[in-house]
């Protein structure tokens, strides 16, 4: 461990501040370290690896078309490419897809139709709306609809465009959005941030506010997507029907891609010239993520995760030291009682061999695969009660 510790501390650039445990194999929800000590996965590499480690039809999937054709540019027709456009579009807003190959690159696509979208009702300035609190990614577009990450000065100056309201302020939300919107975007659960979901209230005002104002509605589905929440997209769970998705994560069963996926009115946006990608969309990342929709895209599955996700939720809430858990399905928040440090939580939980993290100080995330049963459900919420049981510090 010393050896990759001095190694990673020399060579790679200092983004991340990582547990000190080197990750070697992974099988459904169990990982294994270098020193081969078993680990229960309850974050599933933050929500990518949501059909379990190492699926073997993933993997299946993969290898073959690896061995067929691994890349061919975007200038040419490729079948997987066009057979999982159709699934996502059929599965959702029925208009088209860009594919990008994560999540803030699927953001910065739904970002360009709304502006292009906005130029052509005669917007100068368009402006895109987002909740404190949102997440959208690290690229300067998605950044700059990241309000907690935008007002990091020392990567100024931030794109143009973009204002936050108070999160889950519907009235804020109304009176933010007027004729130079050109999109709402949001998290219906705000992942990163603790797990926070928005009313009902202020996704009904969000829609209506788009509607009154010519704007696009987009919900970022990059982590609530592609089965977490127990639908295959979470806003099918609220009464709004958004005009955009993005999905990434657990999309390609832990390959990279990403999409923006659209309503037939949004998907007329974008033409030849206006947006590109090398590797999106290739053949294997394609081939991955239909393998993996074709494990999530259940309602067996689904309903599973409903279940599963609520038995989870109610053994928590029979622990000593946890305030309330939010979230829904399997995308859970942990509030911890006054005086727990959620990060010394979450370094003690892997300890005992339990992956979780600390969005917040007070907050532990719960992500686990979506194939998880009961039984792990039990082994995780033993762990966490006996981490409890020491009391707050
Ligand atoms: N949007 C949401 C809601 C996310 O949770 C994330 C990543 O955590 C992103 C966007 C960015 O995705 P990526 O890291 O693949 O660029």
Known sequence: MSEIFDAEQRWLMRTYKRAPVEFVRGEGARLWDAEGREYLDFLAGISVCSVGHCHSAVVEAVRHQTARLSHVSNLYYSAPMVELAERLARGSLGGRVFFA???????????????????????????????????????????????????????GPMLPGFCSVPFDDPEALRSAVDADTAAVLLETIQ??????????????????????????????EIQTGCGRTGSLWSYEQTPVRPDVITSAKALGGGFPIGACITNEAAGEVLEPGDHGSTFAGGPVAARAALATLDVIDDPGLLREVRRVGGILRDALLEIQGIEDVRGRGLMLGVGLADGFDATEVAAGLLQRGLVVNAPEPRTLRLLPPLIIGEAEVGEAAEMIAAELGGGAS
């Open 101 to 155: 190959n994560s999540g803030t690159e699927a953001n910065e696509c739904a970002i360009k139709i709304a502006r292009k979208h906005a130029h052509r009702r005669g917007v100068e300035s368009p402006q895109i709306v987002s909740f404190q609190g949102d997440f959208h990614g690290r690229t300067y577009g998605s950044l700059a609809a990241t309000p907690s990450l935008a007002a990091n000065d020392a990567l």
């Open 191 to 220: 992942g990163e941030a603790g797990i926070h979901p928005l009313s009902e209230e202020t996704l009904v005002a969000a829609r209506e506010a788009c509607d009154d104002a010519g704007a696009l509605l987009i919900f970022d």
